[in-house]
């Protein structure tokens, strides 16, 4: 396939910064909602907080399980990875605190508030960093990864969602 229609084409970074878009207005709403004290904006705040784990989780996990293992088979450099293994440790102890809550109290929008935060920066040196390095590298991939990513992703959001409901 010719490298011009190939640049244009959907890849597995694409894939990953859609879900980076979701979040991020999913964190937007939330902190909305924390402007009400109305026992409904409560309710909306607990599913939404949910919500937010669930697709977080699912998305580090595709990471963990695809992207960051074919990167750091491709890439010299991987200490990048590194730090972002770390910081997937450090938002997913958050995210089982925020699933354990039993109170959605302000300690609780604060915990949301903190993950949104450090998901931002996370997100932010995946795309400056990471994705350019991904790209550039002629051993990946991407538009495989891609649908590898996408298969993964709805047979875990599918189990995720049977396990909580
Ligand atoms: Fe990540
Ligand atoms: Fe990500």
């Known amino acids: ?18 879900d980076h878009r979701k979040v991020k207005k999913m964190f937007k709403d939330y902190e909305e909602l924390t402007k009400s004290r109305s026992r409904t904006a409560t309710q909306q705040k607990r599913d939404l907080a949910q919500e937010i784990c669930l697709e ?7 990471e963990e399980e ?13 200490d ?5 293994e770390v910081e997937h440790a450090s938002a997913k102890d958050l995210i089982a605190q925020i699933q354990d809550a039993t109170e959605i109290d ?7 508030t903190v ?3 450090y998901i931002d920066h996370h997100v932010k040196e995946e795309r400056n960093e990471i994705f350019t390095k991904a790209r550039a590298a002629k051993k990946l991939d991407l538009i495989a990864m891609r649908d590898q990513l996408a298969m993964r992703k709805e047979e875990l959001m599918e189990e995720m969602t049977v396990a909580t409901a």
């Open 1 to 18: 396939m010719p490298a011009t229609t190939a640049r244009s084409q959907p890849d597995a970074c694409s894939l990953l910064e859609s």
């Open 56 to 62: 977080l989780t699912v998305h580090a996990q595709i």
């Open 66 to 78: 695809i992207f960051y293992p074919a990167l750091r088979a491709a890439l010299k450099e991987t």
């Open 80 to 84: 990048l990875l590194d730090e972002a």
């Open 106 to 112: 302000d300690k609780f929008d604060a915990k949301v």
């Open 115 to 117: 993950l949104g935060e």
